[in-house]
T-cell receptor, first 110, second 114 residues
Framework: EDQVTQSPEALRLQEGESSSLNCSYTVSGLRGLFWYRQDPGKGPEFLFTLYSAGEEKEKERLKATLTKKESFLHITAPKPEDSATYLCAVQGGSNYQLIWGAGTKLIIKP | GAGVSQSPSNKVTEKGKDVELRCDPISGHTALYWYRQRLGQGLEFLIYFQGNSAPDKSGLPSDRFSAERTGESVSTLTIQRTQQEDSAVYLC????????????FGQGTRLTVV
């Protein structure tokens, strides 16, 4: 069964303290892995798509990496405005549906 | 439009009433998804449309929930005889159909059943 697990559930960091969020997945035939950011009261906002193991993508203080079993979202020197819930989803199998993780709530303290 | 549009943005209804939630996807997007998100929770899949057909309705929680899509554009999610446990944010997303195509979300409809 296709499955996505994100850890930790919540992460509190001081401003400038770098860390990583994890997304572990089990899917038959990965077509893509997606990272989204969700702010309170808003719909998820697309960040990255990764297609194959070894791929990396960067945007400002965020860098996403992918292996055959998991993806990491690395955040470097975060700022309070990076506080949000980060969601991971995979697309695979015989259809194009998205399988979602439960998210990691990231809180950056000034 | 430029993005996914959902209406209304907020809806308060009395228990037992029917409600209709609307989603206007990005023009040309053939895939459309409905999700439910309870406060502090993750995304709960409801239904997936590919064009006008719904190959996966497995997420609809009960027969009080139904959805349709016309003309590969607008979709309507209908909840009949609403219950308090239906209170949540209902999110719609759309995408191209294909490998590795990201989905774009609307801002959601916050439904409160009183």
């Amino acid at each position: 069964e296709d499955q996505v697990t994100q850890s930790p559930e919540a992460l509190r960091l001081q401003e400038g303290e770098s860390s990583s969020l994890n997304c572990s997945y089990t899917v038959s035939g990965l077509r893509g892995l997606f990272w989204y950011r969700q702010d309170p009261g808003k719909g998820p906002e697309f960040l990255f798509t990764l297609y194959s193991a070894g791929e990396e993508k960067e945007k400002e203080r965020l860098k996403a990496t992918l292996t055959k079993k998991e993806s990491f979202l690395h955040i470097t020197a975060p700022k309070p405005e990076d506080s949000a819930t980060y969601l991971c989803a995979v697309q695979g199998g015989s259809n194009y549906q998205l399988i979602w993780g439960a998210g990691t709530k990231l809180i950056i303290k000034p | 439009g430029a993005g996914v549009s959902q209406s209304p943005s907020n809806k308060v209804t009395e228990k037992g009433k029917d409600v209709e939630l609307r989603c206007d996807p990005i023009s040309g997007h053939t895939a459309l998804y409905w999700y439910r998100q309870r406060l502090g929770q993750g995304l709960e899949f409801l239904i997936y449309f590919q064009g006008n057909s719904a190959p996966d309705k497995s997420g609809l929680p009960s027969d009080r929930f139904s959805a349709e899509r016309t003309g590969e554009s607008v979709s309507t999610l209908t909840i009949q005889r609403t219950q308090q446990e239906d209170s949540a944010v209902y999110l719609c997303a759309s995408s191209w159909v294909g490998e590795g195509t990201e989905a774009f979300f609307g801002q959601g409809t916050r439904l409160t059943v009183v």
